[in-house]
């Protein structure tokens, strides 16, 4: 017989084995006043070969030659309590037993209860044939018993065991015997995946993160918990039931709350011991307690920050922008954030800044945290597109100096065309930043480009304009003498005339004060860029 069922092992299995039956009504189990059903079971040899199941009390469990069926009755008047008629299997494992005279509300309308017969210990599950497997492999993703009896109507959350009073918008608020409540921290990480813009007109950034919260809660029990946390995820109508920290992003515009949605992941992590649930439960139960297994929470936001862009040193500069986590008003005495880890794993190099460094921590007033990054400004598309193009133009409405005087009607244009350019870049690179009251460095480049263009242009209308004592000498001596005379006459003229001085320190010295200008301006540059 032992060749054509399920439960061979059971036929070479050592005798006086204990076995116990989980299911059972609590008002029928033995231990309950006026029970009659025993728990805990001896496997023995009958005088048939047949096994039975000698209870410690008043039952027994036993094969009924006559009718064919498996029994379990009261051993001093041989009662029938319950009966299972399956002839071809044995009664160990989960089946279903017709009970022939009891009022159990766990009854079927044919009067049929499941109950599971097993030898497993009180850290073991027993699947659907009775076969154990730890307990703590239960409802971790996993079939371990054949019919996937140990992943069937798994949950985290024990809804009966928080009950009615518990409220989902305030933590454990525990008061001591002077009245003064302890906060309960939560612990704050972030992941940040990429700052994806930064825009400067409406001082605004924006950034993909994944926000983590940790925390415990003492109300609380859970069921089943695996080891790996992932796989203890609570479900939508979990989330609800239990309080999670309203924290808001107090910097966003519309000052932006954390959400619980399909989008956000709810898990409990397993770091407690397990007690075990009563024998009358028919599938066992590892009960973790809250305050020794923490819940977490975590999901990816896509939000944009308000950020207070410092421009005075543009295009050097470098900015500190933040993500501000705030609790409501209601929950600052009970609730305590705590900065825990921050790791970020975008590009070091952005199109336009530079992540130099980031970090999270505490806000002035220390109830608020603080999640800060450092942003360098990269330089190199500004001294391309902005300081060489314009260094180019000053050179080029320096060099008009140079030119003969006879070519005045073209040293004009050169200077005003250098100015015009200097303007529109000016334009261009003022509507490019917000507006400021404070001059901002590149302004003080910028003026100067703008200015040289204009003072060249004066100085071009001055040397023009002045008069030349040279040439007036030579229309007198023109009529009285000859051209000998004339040029014997003018070597005799020592003096230079003012003309030839304004032009030859205009060509020696300007060049010199812009050379001091842009050497000063460039080492005041790099010692923002590089040491601020």
Known sequence: ECDKTKNCYYCSMKKNVRFSLKGICRSDAINSQGGDLDEDFTLKQGEDEKPYWRGFYKTEISWNTAEEFWQITQ???????????????FPIGRRDWIFLDNNCAQLTKDKKLSLMLSKCSKDEFPCSEGN???????????????????EIHCKTLDEEFIGEKYDSTLPNIVADD????????VNISANIEEITSIEEIKMTFSVKFRLKME?????????DLS???????LKEDETKKIFIPPINFENTNSHERIQVDDKATVVVERRGNYTTSSKHILKPV????????????QRKYHLNFNCEFHLAFYPFDTQHCYIVLTKPRKLKKFVNLIPDMIEYFGPVKMTAFIM????????ASGSDIVIQFTLKRRVEQHLLTTFLPSLCILICAQATLYFKREHFKTKVPVAITGMLVMYTLNQSVSNSLPPTA????IDIWLLFGLMLPFFILLLIAIIEHLPDDRLKNFNAYKKVSSAKSINQELTKETKMPIADRVEYMSRLHLPILELIFVFAYALCAVTIHFMV
């Not at 051993?75 to 299997?89: M, Q, S």
């Open 75 to 89: 051993i001093g008047t041989k009662k029938i309590v319950a009966l299972y008629n399956d002839t071809k299997k």
């Open 132 to 150: 154990c497997i730890p307990l703590t492999k239960k409802c971790d993703f996993a079939r371990e018993c054949s019919d996937g009896y140990d």
């Open 178 to 185: 002077n009245g003064h409540y302890t906060a309960k921290t």
């Open 215 to 223: 925390w415990f809660d003492s109300r609380i029990r859970w069921f």
């Open 227 to 233: 080891e790996n946390k992932y796989f203890n995820i």
């Open 286 to 297: 590892a009960y973790y307690k809250g305050e020794e297994n923490p819940i977490y929470y």
């Open 356 to 363: 130099r460094d980031y970090g999270i921590g505490y806000s």
């Open 438 to 441: 404070y001059i901002k460095l």
